[in-house]
């Protein structure tokens, strides 16, 4: 940012992107920021004609610069990572939660996991929610579809929801607002050049899958934005 553009004043704007779900709001949130001691309001205008439909770009149009490929052969069975967004419909602690998987996090900010990779009595807790993948430099498949199989455990994602990935950048290996279906969505995935990002849309009602090396250790978060 050019700090002395605009007197070093600047409108910061929000708005909801349209289309995401039953979610609406119009409206857009501003604040203020000042690089200065200046109170004067900011005269900087909105950029006009910005897409705020709830989309990614076009899968097609990602195309990486320096290409990579994906293997067909993942360390790890795609199906038993395959994480369902959702809210919980029976109340775990007092609340409704949004999940992946079958069980939300629940963390001891006092236990890091980071600092317990090596405690079997913490990693089996399910309240950790850990998934191992312990493989050395190999490709791992994830699998996140916006549709539940079971209507009496969990609500399905009410929207369009962007997941994001810590610790590595990924591949799309599919993106699709369709429902998985698991005898043709893995016929089809792209292994050549995919798009490379850390956070990608899950469609409404749709599904990702997506690729990434486990080439750095670490405990690393898998999440909605």
């Given at each position: 940012m050019n700090q002395t553009a605009g007197d070093g004043k600047f409108w910061m704007r929000s708005q909801l992107s349209t289309g995401c779900g039953n979610i609406t709001h119009p409206v857009a949130e501003l604040g203020i920021l000042r690089y200065g001691n200046s109170t004067n309001l900011p005269t900087t205008t909105a950029q006009p004609d910005i897409n705020i439909r709830c989309k990614d770009e076009p899968y097609e149009s990602l195309v990486p610069v320096v290409p990579w490929f994906v293997s067909k052969r993942p360390a790890n069975d795609p199906e038993e990572n395959r994480y369902e967004a959702g809210v919980t419909i029976p109340e775990y602690k007092g609340f409704h939660r949004w999940a992946l998987g079958n069980r939300p996090m629940w963390l001891d900010y006092q236990r890091p996991t980071i600092t317990n990779l090596f405690d079997e009595k913490y990693l089996d807790n399910p309240d950790i929610a850990v998934v191992d993948m312990n493989y050395d430099d190999e490709w791992a498949y994830l699998i996140i579809t916006g549709?539940?199989?079971?209507?009496?455990?969990?609500?399905?994602?009410?929207?369009?929801?962007?997941?994001?990935?810590?610790?590595?950048?990924?591949?799309?290996?599919?993106?699709?607002?369709?429902?998985?279906?698991?005898?043709?969505?893995?016929?089809?995935?792209?292994?050549?050049?995919?798009?490379?990002?850390?956070?990608?849309?899950?469609?409404?009602?749709?599904?990702?899958?997506?690729?990434?090396?486990?080439?750095?250790?670490?405990?690393?978060?898998?999440?909605?934005?």
């Open positions: 549709r539940s199989k079971n209507q009496n455990e969990r609500f399905p994602a009410p929207d369009a929801h962007p997941m994001h990935m810590h610790g590595h950048d990924f591949a799309i290996l599919a993106q699709l607002n369709a429902s998985f279906d698991e005898e043709t969505a893995m016929k089809s995935l792209k292994y050549e050049n995919p798009p490379r990002r850390d956070t990608a849309l899950l469609p409404l009602g749709g599904y990702l899958v997506v690729a990434f090396r486990t080439d750095n250790a670490g405990a690393w978060l898998v999440h909605c934005q």
